[in-house]
T-cell receptor, first 114, second 113 residues
Framework: NAGVMQNPRHLVRRRGQEARLRCSPMKGHSHVYWYRQLPEEGLKFMVYLQKENIIDESGMPKERFSAEFPKEGPSILRIQQVVRGDSAAYFC????????????FGPGTRLTVL | KNQVEQSPQSLIILEGKNCTLQ??????????LRWYKQDTGRGPVSLTI?????NTKSNGRYTATLDADTKQSSLHITASQLSDSASYIC????????????FGGGTRVLVKP
């Protein structure tokens, strides 16, 4: 049973470009969470999705950031017109229900904005 | 404000020694408290999870304690190994906020030979 998969592992973008981060949850998990970890800081919640629905996006910036979890395929975190402050590690986690016994984390995508 | 504070921020210990990491939280009410280990460049991996009614939980050389009255938890590492070098993160699930996780800033542990 493969764990949570994220790709790419490393992503470099220039200011103003778009970044697309992908997350495939563990098999059988329908709940996906995105977190951001700035250098030398703890993880911060961004958004929680179930299949085809955004349940809680209270931690996601209102502009430039969007997330989806389509019926088929991975969850996507999209950052438009990236700025240097977007440089961070973005982690995806999945669970079989919200607040469930365990959230399993992926290896993260490290975004560097030049 | 619901917060999770960890101390110390970083710690250096010699291989074979024990150490204890602290976590204080103000999140209330909470569903559970978890300790995660995060190796450099990797995602967090769960070590222990405790509900408010549990006082202690062990996972090999890792033992977590919880005092729900004082809102404190600790993670004790016994007979440390080089592979224990990592960040250890205390995470509290906020029951009233739809079971949202609140993360501490972590304690960076470096085990030296």
């Amino acid at each position: 049973n493969a764990g949570v998969m994220q790709n790419p592992r490393h992503l470099v973008r220039r200011r103003g470009q778009e970044a697309r981060l992908r997350c495939s949850p563990m098999k059988g998990h329908s709940h996906v969470y995105w977190y951001r970890q700035l250098p030398e800081e703890g993880l911060k919640f961004m958004v929680y999705l179930q299949k085809e629905n955004i349940i809680d996006e209270s931690g996601m910036p209102k502009e430039r950031f969007s997330a989806e979890f389509p019926k088929e395929g991975p969850s996507i975190l999209r950052i438009q017109q990236v700025v240097r402050g977007d440089s961070a590690a973005y982690f995806c986690a999945s669970s079989d229900y919200r607040g469930g016994e365990e959230q399993f984390f992926g290896p993260g995508t490290r975004l560097t904005v030049l | 404000k619901n917060q999770v504070e960890q101390s110390p921020q970083s710690l250096i210990i010699l291989e074979g020694k024990n150490c204890t990491l602290q976590c204080n939280y103000t999140v209330s009410p909470f569903s559970n408290l978890r300790w995660y280990k995060q190796d450099t460049g990797r995602g967090p991996v769960s070590l222990t999870i405790m509900t408010f009614s549990e006082n202690t939980k062990s996972n090999g050389r890792y033992t977590a304690t919880l005092d729900a009255d004082t809102k404190q938890s600790s993670l004790h590492i016994t007979a440390s190994q080089l592979s224990d070098s990592a960040s250890y993160i205390c995470v509290v699930t906020h029951k009233a906020a739809g079971n949202k996780l609140t993360f501490g800033g972590g304690t960076r542990v470096l085990v030296k030979p």
